[in-house]
């Protein structure tokens, strides 16, 4: 079984279009996140989530729009999409970060071209 | 992997040799750091973990050692094989954050 789910996993579009990438773990952790992997590799942290609740927004557009309708789920939908909203999205959680379980589960990836 | 220029570190090793991999970190407050595994086409995934309260650390095959004065964290790779070859980054959290940052990768080849 797939511990990090993410569909789909690549996602073809136009510029101006609105789409979205899901995301579900099955290992019960309390914190899911969202992260942005550019051409080079780096990875940025996008938001983080714990127990349903926004904890971090990394400055990211309000175009990224989260929602978490529970704790194994975390979507991501993204309004007017722009060239530069190309990359790969990855979805991860972490078991108890308040309790010092920060090591991250990643899925496999959703790569994003806007054409 | 070390956080340098446009381009991704590249490190070339001989299957067998052992693999040196560098990393310095940004933030004084980090107490927690990771080495992650990225292969083609993959999430990145865990290898090996150490808290400030440590300096070294070993896996199976993995060492990570941490030098806190010069902010610097290296992964230790023995006896490498091809199924090593993959992206590698360091991460850095300070207990109980939700925010893990990432270095900017290192790229290892594995010479057969």
């Known amino acids: 079984d797939t511990a990090v789910s993410q569909t789909p996993k690549y996602l073809v579009t136009q510029m101006g279009n609105d789409k979205s990438i899901k995301c579900e773990q099955n290992l019960g952790h309390d914190t899911m996140y969202w992260y942005k992997q550019d051409s080079k590799k780096f990875l940025k942290i996008m938001f983080s989530y714990n127990n349903k609740e926004l904890i971090i927004n990394e400055t990211v557009p309000n175009r990224f729009s989260p929602k978490s309708p529970d704790k194994a789920h975390l979507n991501l939908h993204i309004n007017s999409l722009e060239l530069g909203d190309s990359a790969v999205y990855f979805c991860a959680s972490s078991q108890d970060v308040q309790g010092g379980n920060e090591k991250l589960f990643f899925g496999s990836g959703t790569q994003l071209s806007v054409l | ?112």
């Not at chain 2, 109980?96 to 900017?104: D, P, S, V, Y």
Request: glycine content about 10%.
């Open chain 2, 1 to 112: 992997g070390e956080s340098v220029g446009l381009h991704l570190p590249t490190l070339s090793v001989q299957e067998g040799d052992n693999s040196i991999i560098n990393c310095a970190y940004s933030n004084s407050a980090s107490d927690y750091f990771i080495w992650y595994k990225q292969e083609s086409g993959k999430g990145p995934q865990f290898i090996i973990d150490i808290r400030s309260n440590m300096d070294k650390r070993q896996g199976q095959r993995v060492t990570v050692l941490l030098n806190k004065t010069v902010k610097h964290l290296s992964l230790q790779i023995a006896a490498t094989q091809p199924g090593d070859s993959a992206v590698y980054f360091c991460a850095e959290t300070h207990t109980g954050g939700f925010k893990t940052i990432f270095g900017a990768g290192t790229r290892l080849f594995v010479k057969a």
